[in-house]
């Protein structure tokens, strides 16, 4: 495949890894693209605090959490500590309500990370949640 392929040896050493993770844009955007803010999280110890450093900071009171390797947000969870924050999920298939305090956030971790890290292979992103933001597609549709 390699001679009808120039990119061949770039995949075939795992080059997708790089190009296809939530976890290494965030990185990459961390050196100044606009995006929201949001951590790179390897741990359970890391997630539970970045999400209640971004919950205290975040306009909405809500955060998203991202697998690295899912597409269109099918592994995406929505935050949220008010209700009324449950109308819109663009790009989070799953919402949870978080119980008041650092607590409600510790226990969603604990029950949740497993699933959001596939069992601890990969990073985490948790971002700030912009209420009303479009999704953006690779082919640039909606």
Not at 94 to 121: F, I, K, M, N, T
Not at 136 to 142: D, F, N
């Amino acid at each position: 495949m390699a001679d009808r392929f120039p990119g061949a040896a770039f995949f075939g050493q795992g080059g997708g890894e790089i190009g296809n993770s939530k976890a290494n844009f965030q990185a990459l955007a961390a050196a100044g693209a606009p995006i929201l803010p949001g951590r790179v999280c390897r741990s359970l110890s890391e997630a539970t605090e970045a999400t209640g450093e971004l919950l205290k900071g975040s306009p909405s009171g809500a955060v998203v959490v991202k697998q690295a390797h899912n597409g269109a947000g099918v592994g995406n969870q929505l935050l949220v500590r008010a209700p009324e924050m449950a109308v819109d999920r663009v790009g989070a298939r799953h919402l949870h309500h978080l119980a008041p305090g650092v607590d409600g956030v510790a226990a969603y971790r604990a029950e949740r990370w497993p699933c959001a890290s596939g069992e601890g292979r990969w990073p985490v992103v948790i971002e700030e949640f912009a209420p009303g933001a479009d999704a953006v597609h690779p082919r640039g549709q909606p």
